[in-house]
């Protein structure tokens, strides 16, 4: 079956543009969470949403970055008046609710982010 | 501050040789903890994981030990194979509720030689 796709697989933005990351979490999944990988690092978590309730958004770095899930399947992360450090992979995962192992979560390709 | 932390950013072992990767912990919270592998382009992969009450889980070549007084767990691979070849990543997470955040480490890169 489809995984966890995100589009566009590379995004390169001047500083100053806004840009939007797609989300397509698998068919059915209740939670989707948005992660930041910075170059060498692991992800960092940014958002999560329960169906189209963002219940949890301490990890958005600052006001320029704005999540949405309006219908609870597909997610989109926006980010206004890019900046360099904004340069990252963004990272989709969605999962199930109440299903072993608990946590399981499924990640989709990510999106390379480049601000010149 | 890293909640978690992988301190070795690479590890290179022989085929068909045992592969240990370790992770260790600092928040007493977390009550679950994950292991993701990463191979280039692509999003982590779920692998093991284990919960606190236990210590130790295994599936197939994989093997995941948790040791809660040192804070410590370590993913051990019997035996590596060449298409082990990729960054594993530990993650933890805490808290009740089914859906909850993953705190990983930084990651390291194994190399399965032939």
């Known amino acids: 079956g489809a995984g966890v796709s995100q589009s566009p697989r590379y995004k390169v933005a001047k500083r100053g543009q806004d840009v939007a990351l797609r989300c397509d979490p698998i068919?059915?999944?209740?939670?989707l969470f948005w992660y930041q990988q910075a170059l060498g690092q692991g992800p960092e978590f940014l958002t999560y949403f329960q169906n189209e309730a963002q219940l949890d958004k301490s990890g958005l770095p600052s006001d320029r970055f704005f999540a949405e899930r309006p219908e609870g399947s597909v997610s989109t992360l926006k980010i206004q008046r890019t900046q360099q450090e904004d340069s990252a992979v963004y990272l989709c995962?969605?999962?199930?609710?109440?299903?072993?192992?608990?946590?399981?979560?499924?990640f989709g390709p990510g999106t390379r982010l480049t601000v010149l | 501050d890293q909640q978690v932390k992988q301190n070795s950013p690479s590890l290179s072992v022989q085929e068909g040789r045992i592969s240990i990767l370790n992770c260790d912990y600092t928040n007493s919270m977390f009550d679950y903890f994950l292991w993701y592998k990463k191979y280039p382009a692509e999003g982590p992969t779920f692998l093991i994981s284990i919960s606190s009450i236990k210590d130790k889980n295994e599936d197939g070549r994989f093997t995941v030990f948790l040791n809660k007084s040192a804070k410590h767990l370590s993913l051990h691979i019997v035996p590596s194979q060449p298409g082990d070849s990729a960054v594993y990543f530990c993650a933890a997470t805490r808290g009740s509720g089914s859906a909850r955040q993953l705190t990983f480490g930084s990651g390291t890169q194994l190399t399965v030689l032939p």
């Open positions: 995962a969605s999962s199930q609710e109440r299903v072993r192992p608990l946590n399981e979560q499924f």
């Open positions: 068919s059915g999944h209740v939670s």
